[in-house]
């Protein structure tokens, strides 16, 4: 018996990372699950996003766990998209409970020379996104009187840093998206919360092109390089934190049991919490 048996999952950008953790542990824990990503990399975006064999990847891990799983190219910035996956997600297993809304993109320039394309790219993937897919799963979940919704923030939705005015200005319009649509959806027996991670070892940080923004006194940073810069991040002396970690407070957002919590904003994020305002 799984905590969510009977349950059907739907996680944006499901292919890799904390996106792939997610959806392997509902199913693990029993939950059918429905993924997207875009699967394409982006002109204003310094890392290569996930593919086609990453989407695949999780849906076969998902599958070898027993589970059902679709896994569907789409990107979260195109509201057609996401009303069409849900909409084959109620046709094909009859319902979505549960909403992670964590597709998202890191864009870095300093405000005065970043162009209109990474700030659009930054707010379409990181809150219109988010927009859209809780706009797409709300309409079923109020029919049916219950539904779990979790976005993803930031710790840059509760502060700022140089280079991440677009991601910071999109991951603190999460947690406002979030609180109002508690309110909005209050009534019906569905719960919106926000989880705001620190630094998460996924691709987003460890690529050359963060690194060497990171260490720009070096020619080729490496892991161990940049690993004292992502720690002052944090007020814990750790770097970075594993997907499982969010992943654990995402099932716990999302359980049957979690009723009455909502609008809320939950920092995995090493201690950084401790120096800003909640
Ligand atoms: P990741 O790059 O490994 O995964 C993000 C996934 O989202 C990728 O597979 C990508 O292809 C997909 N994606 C991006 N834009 C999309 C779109 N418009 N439509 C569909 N799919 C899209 O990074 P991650 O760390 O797993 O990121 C997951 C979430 O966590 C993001 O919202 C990110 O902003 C947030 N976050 C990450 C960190 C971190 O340090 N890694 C910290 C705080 C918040």
């Given at each position: 018996m799984g905590e969510f048996d009977g349950k059907v999952a739907l996680v944006t950008g499901?292919?890799?990372g904390q996106g792939r953790s997610h959806a392997v542990a509902f199913a693990e824990q029993g939950a059918d699950v429905v993924i997207c990503d875009r699967c394409a990399d982006s002109p204003a975006v310094f890392y290569p996003l996930a593919t086609e064999d990453d989407l695949a990847e999780t849906a076969r891990l998902v599958e070898a766990t027993g589970r059902r799983c679709i896994a569907v190219r789409a990107d979260t910035a195109d509201r057609d998209a996401m009303d069409a996956l849900v909409a084959r997600a109620e046709a094909d297993f009859g319902r979505v409970d549960i909403a992670v809304a964590n597709a998202g993109v890191s864009v870095a320039a300093p405000v005065q020379s970043m162009t209109p394309g990474q700030w659009d790219e930054a707010i379409a993937s990181n809150l219109t996104g988010v927009f859209n897919t809780v706009g797409a799963v709300a309409p079923g979940m109020i029919e049916r009187g219950y539904g779990r919704i979790v976005t993803i923030s930031s710790m840059l939705g509760r502060a700022g840093n140089t280079n991440m005015a677009a991601y910071a200005a999109s991951k603190w319009g999460v947690i406002g998206l979030t609180k109002s649509a508690a309110l909005d959806l209050a009534d019906h027996g569905i719960t919106v919360n926000a989880i705001a991670p620190g630094n998460?070892?996924?691709?987003m940080i460890h690529n050359d092109a963060l690194y060497s923004m990171m260490r720009p006194d070096l020619d080729a940073p490496t892991a161990e390089d940049v690993a004292p810069v992502f720690a002052s991040l944090h007020a814990q002396p750790v770097p970075w934190l594993e997907p499982a970690e969010i992943t654990r407070a995402v099932l716990f957002l999302a359980a049957?049991?979690?009723?009455?919590?909502?609008?809320t904003v939950l920092p995995i994020d090493a201690g950084n919490a401790a120096r800003v305002t909640g």
């Open positions: 499901g292919a890799r998460i070892s996924t691709p049957e049991a979690s009723a009455h919590i909502s609008g």
